[in-house]
């Protein structure tokens, strides 16, 4: 399964991928709803709360990373969602307007696995690299993927 499971940068672009132990339905339930997406959300020693998640297009999950010594508002605006197949959204709420970023979330069942794939555009290379050496943005996201990888061992066994 590690082979699966990888990360690389192409210029503007971050792609996560990972092949879960877990059934699509369940990954997709854990990606998309607030008592389970708290047990997991965020980078290491970072906690969630949820103003409110309505996985709908054109609708919106706002809530607040705790972390870091500070709270984090975010909020994601739902462009496309094709359950269990397809999330994609805006990630907005940074202070500065070119700190918001476009993240495409695939599900792709495989042999009862879930293989998923997150790549996230951000406007430019030099913004990624501002915001990794800001906040350790990529360690974070992989860190992120950790815990979701985790979380569903943890409900699967």
Known sequence: ???????????????HTRLLDAPIDLVWEVWTTPE????????????????????AVGD???FVMHGMGRDWYNKIQ???VKKPHLLSYRHTGAAHEDYNFTVSVFFEEVDGKTLLTMQSVFKSKEIIEELNRKVNAIEGGKQ??????????SLVN
């Open 78 to 80: 739902y462009i496309e």
């Open 1 to 15: 399964m590690k082979a699966s499971n990888t990360f690389k940068q192409e210029d503007n672009i971050l792609t």
């Open 60 to 62: 919106q999950w706002e």
């Open 144 to 153: 992120t993927l950790n815990r979701l990888e985790n979380y569903l061992i």
């Open 36 to 55: 389970h997406i708290k047990e997991w959300w965020g980078p290491n020693g970072f906690s969630l709360t949820t103003k409110s998640m309505n996985v």
